[in-house]
């Protein structure tokens, strides 16, 4: 089968490997769709990611979806034919995270495209059928892929509590502040503002829902959200960006007793916070990683049409032309998501 390997050198080759079998309790998926995360787009440019580092040839890819070509003997409710959406992390099942439920904190997880794990860039992938979920007839293979990313934004919704008429401020209107917009909406979000530093985001963000937007660069991110919220500020605010995060305009923009739930992963995220602040408004500042047990209500809210995701995904490339598809995931700064198209 044909994969697209990221070299230790960083470089893209095509390799020709062998095709994998199931095992017992997993499904032999032909991938059709995979979407390119800007975590990919960071290995191949800079090799590593915090202690992740890229040792040796890696498939990158871990927002996909396919169709099952072979089931193995021990799955009972996936057949041959079904399309699916793959859950990346392999996770261990034992540990005490994995027991309360909270299994995206797991430890020992395989999540793939993170070293030295493979990811999605590939004809075929192997995968545990319990992380293999079916699609609808009315949820497209790119809204399967998709379903990571959206995943992430339920999960970062749920922490932060989001409710029936929130206002909700997002800081950031890239892939994960856009599936967070959709999933706030979802939750019953009455107002959403979002800041961003490029403005056919804000567009976008405005076309998809958003109620006021602000450019970061130009005008101030807690003084848009007060403005519009009449001195109240956000129910809830979330950190989207892969910048240094902007925590004083975080805080700035919730409101008394309000929430700021922090997604970005930054290099750079070391930054000075005025505790006082948190505490005499006190705010809950929560962290927000991955997702546990997203992937079914992403598919249904998809399937009742109570969230749109297909939107951000702006082009498409086969897996030949891999290379130009990150580089233009890298350039091109009014795209929101690339995706790769595998086996045309
Ligand atoms: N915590 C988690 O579970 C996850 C975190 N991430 C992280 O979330 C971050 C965002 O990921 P994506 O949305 O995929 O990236 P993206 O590149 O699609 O979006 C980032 C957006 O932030 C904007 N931006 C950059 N600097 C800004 C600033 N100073 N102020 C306002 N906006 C700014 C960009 O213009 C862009 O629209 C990344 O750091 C990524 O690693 C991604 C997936 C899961
Ligand atoms: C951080 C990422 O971008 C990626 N989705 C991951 O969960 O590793």
Redesign the pocket.
């Known amino acids: 089968m044909q994969t697209a390997v990221l070299t230790e050198d960083l470089a893209f080759e095509f390799e020709d490997r062998e095709r994998p079998t199931s095992d017992s309790d997993e499904v032999l998926v032909e991938m059709t769709d995979v979407g390119i ?3 990919d787009v960071h290995y191949w440019e800079h090799g590593k990611i915090g202690e992740y580092v890229v040792e040796d040839p890696l498939l990158l890819g871990h927002e996909s979806a396919g169709v099952i070509a072979e089931v193995g003997d021990d799955v009972e409710d996936l057949e041959v034919g079904d399309r699916v959406a793959l859950e990346p992390g392999i996770v261990c099942g034992t540990c005490e995270h994995c027991r309360r439920g909270e299994y995206n904190l797991c430890p020992n997880v395989d999540f793939m495209a993170t070293p030295p794990f493979d990811g999605a860039f590939a004809e075929y992938v192997a995968w545990p059928a319990d992380l293999a979920h079916p699609l609808p007839d009315n949820v497209s293979q790119v809204e399967g892929a998709l379903c990571e ?1 959206f995943a ?1 934004g339920l999960h970062a919704t749920r922490r932060g509590g989001v409710g029936h008429g929130d206002t909700v401020a997002i ?7 856009s599936v967070t917009m959709e999933a706030a909406k979802a939750a019953g979000a009455t107002d959403i503002i979002v ?4 403005d056919s ?1 804000l567009e976008r963000a405005e076309a998809h829902g958003a109620d006021a937007t602000v450019n ?1 660069r130009e005008g101030d991110f807690a003084a848009t959200v007060e403005d519009y919220t009449d001195g109240r500020g956000a129910d809830v605010v979330f950190e ?4 240094e995060p ?1 925590v004083e305009a975080l805080i700035d923009a919730a409101r008394r007793g309000g929430t700021v739930v922090m ?4 290099d750079e995220a070391t930054v000075e916070v005025d505790a006082l602040e948190i505490i005499t408004n006190e705010l809950d500042v929560l962290g ?3 997702d546990a047990n997203r992937y079914g209500p992403a598919i249904d809210l998809l399937a009742e049409g109570a969230a749109e995701i297909e939107w951000i995904a702006d082009f498409t490339e086969p897996l030949g032309n891999v290379q130009e598809a990150f580089e233009r995931a890298r350039d091109d ?1 009014d795209a ?1 998501k690339g995706m790769i198209s595998i086996g045309e």
Not at 171 to 177: F, K, M
Not at 195 to 198: L, P
Not at 263 to 266: D, H, M, T, V, Y
């Open positions: 995360c800007k975590s990313p992430v800081l950031g209107g890239g892939t994960v502040g800041g961003d530093i490029v985001k970061v989207a960006t892969d910048s902007d997604i970005g992963l930054a927000s990683f991955r700064d929101i």
